[in-house]
């Protein structure tokens, strides 16, 4: 179990990847990656969709492992593996179950050479042209429920950052255990650019580990 749980890692932890996102506006958060590892990239989503276990979703792929289970965020609703509520409550659903089940821990990673690129703007913009208000709170309890569930989760969470965290891609690690990032690991958190108030309890956790100046 040991050994399959350092292999994961060391795929989704510390793989030399090359990648250079850019184009972070204060109009616009739209990261575009131009990968010259295209074809690893390719590859490894190939790889992990043939090995996945029974546990079957449309913006992740959950792989039950030897002692524990692994997650990674593999988004098609959305770009750059970020958050909409869909993803969320893939996500969500996938830790419920490892917490009813024999797993000691979950290894949380992402595949590409992205890890989060936080909240998913444009599928939330498009949403509120109709009613704003009812829109509005639907988003914040959605983002409520999926900060809780990393709280509430009985076990470790150990997450593998292998490429940008941003927003609320990065303000959930320090609601894990354990977090291993490697030499592409980046992270951000553009609130006051994009007007937005600290989310993932961040106002709290970012202080208590980096000190109140920071």
Not at 159 to 186: H, R, T, Y
Request: hydrophobic share 40%; charged share 20%; net charge positive.
């Amino acid at each position: 179990g040991t050994s399959t749980f350092m292999e994961a890692l060391a795929t989704n932890g510390t793989t030399n990847i090359q990648t250079s996102v850019t184009g972070v506006t204060a109009s616009k958060r739209r990261f575009i990656d131009d990968r010259r590892d295209q074809p690893f990239d390719k590859r490894l989503r190939f790889s992990v969709r043939q090995t996945e276990s029974a546990y079957r979703y449309r913006d992740i792929v959950v792989r039950k492992q030897d002692g524990f289970t692994h997650i990674l965020l593999s988004t098609k609703s959305s770009e750059n593996n970020s958050l909409n509520p869909e993803v969320m409550k893939e996500v969500q659903s996938a830790l419920n179950t490892a917490a009813a089940d024999d797993s000691k821990l979950v290894l949380f990673s992402a595949v590409g050479s992205i890890f989060c690129c936080g909240l998913d703007f444009i599928y939330f913009i498009r949403r509120l042209t109709d009613d704003r208000k009812k829109e509005s709170t639907k988003m914040a309890e959605a983002i409520r429920n999926f900060v809780n569930t990393f709280i509430q989760f009985k076990k470790p969470i150990i997450v593998a950052v292998n490429g940008p965290a941003i927003g609320l891609g990065a303000s959930i690690l320090p609601l894990c255990d354990v977090v291993w990032a490697n030499e592409k690991a980046w992270f951000q958190t553009p609130y006051t650019t994009f007007g937005q108030s600290p989310d993932g309890c961040s106002s709290l956790t970012f202080p208590r580990i980096m000190g109140l100046a920071s």
